[in-house]
């Protein structure tokens, strides 16, 4: 069992910048795949970014590549989401989510693959 509790959501003005955090308690949380989905109102739960265990490798959504930046700390056990350039349509329910690593990291993108989920943080970008 794993807990994820996100942290950091806000409002802010386009073009600013807002840093999320997710902690992780629980069994081995360090070894897990970590991924950062978000879910607007109306919409369905889309993807943002999945980082490795090692913190080595991740996968962004085109929509924030370049803007948005994910981190882990695993002596923290602690994974981060750095967004700049934020604009209005990043507006939404940021969730962090957790599982074992599987598959291959492309397999990561879909929240199908994620067990563990955070009960999310708004985050809310003013025109």
């Known amino acids: 069992q794993v807990t994820l509790v996100e942290s950091g959501g806000g409002l802010v003005q386009a073009g600013g910048s807002l840093r999320l955090s997710c902690a992780a308690s629980g069994r081995t949380p360090s070894s897990y795949i970590m991924g950062w989905f978000r879910q607007a109102p109306g919409k369905e739960r889309d993807f943002v970014v999945a980082?490795?265990?090692?913190?080595?490798?991740?996968r962004y959504a085109d929509s924030v590549k370049g803007r948005f930046t994910a981190s882990r700390d695993n002596a923290k056990n602690t994974v981060y989401l750095q967004m700049d350039s934020l604009k209005p349509e990043d507006t939404a329910v940021y969730y962090c989510?957790?599982?074992?690593?599987?598959?291959?990291?492309?397999?990561?993108?879909?929240?199908?693959?994620?067990?563990?989920w955070g009960q999310g943080t708004q985050v809310t970008v003013s025109s």
């Open positions: 989510a957790a599982d074992r690593t599987y598959s291959s990291m492309n397999s990561y993108t879909t929240p199908l693959m994620y067990l563990y």
């Open positions: 980082i490795s265990s090692s913190g080595g490798d991740t």
